[in-house]
């Protein structure tokens, strides 16, 4: 497998603490944990874009999770998302789980992936294109910077890899 760089169109991402509701018997994260940190990221991503209406109307058509090492409860994790492509109807996301040193683990990626969403106003039953406000926002060319967690500590950059064979 080769990583290559993504450059995203747009990016946000979150920190925080790997709560006991995060982890499973064991002590280590739950593997759902990661994509609820990976959706407050994406719900950052579009509050800070002013796009309340994302959310009800865009499903996920597929998701697909790498996971690289444990994360232990009490452990701060930085979750970041891209937005990789916007398609007519759908859109492509890739992220990064992130770990920060702890008594356990001395930190570094723990899970990455992608998913996919798809734009379905309400009462359609299927895909339709996305609308143009939406984006116009997302590929507006001030906003292809990172957006950093707010409370990150140490700062992180995102460095987001997409596997190729």
């Known amino acids: ?10 990016s946000a991402g979150i920190d925080r603490t790997v709560e006991w509701v995060d982890t499973d018997a064991a002590g280590h994260q ?4 990661v994509m609820r940190w990976v959706e407050a990221a994406e719900a950052e991503l579009f509050r800070q874009l ?20 444990k994360l232990w409860f009490g452990q701060r ?9 916007i398609g007519c109807t759908s859109m492509t ?3 990064e789980v992130h770990g920060h040193p ?20 309400q009462g359609a039953e299927r895909a339709q294109p996305w609308p143009e406000h939406m984006r116009a926002a997302l590929s507006d060319s001030d906003r292809t910077q990172l957006i950093a967690p707010t409370n990150s500590s140490p700062q992180r950059r995102l460095v987001l890899q997409k596997e190729t064979k």
């Open 77 to 85: 994790i930085t979750a970041t998302l891209a937005l990789e492509e």
């Open 30 to 33: 739950h593997n759902s944990a």
């Open 1 to 10: 497998m080769v990583h290559e760089e993504v450059t995203p169109i747009v």
């Open 50 to 69: 002013a796009l309340p209406d994302y959310f009800p109307s865009a499903p996920r058509v597929q998701q697909i999770i790498n996971y690289r090492s």
């Open 93 to 95: 996301f890739v992220f």
């Open 102 to 121: 702890h008594e356990k683990s001395d930190g570094g990626l723990a899970a990455y992936g992608t998913f996919t969403t798809v734009f379905v106003p």
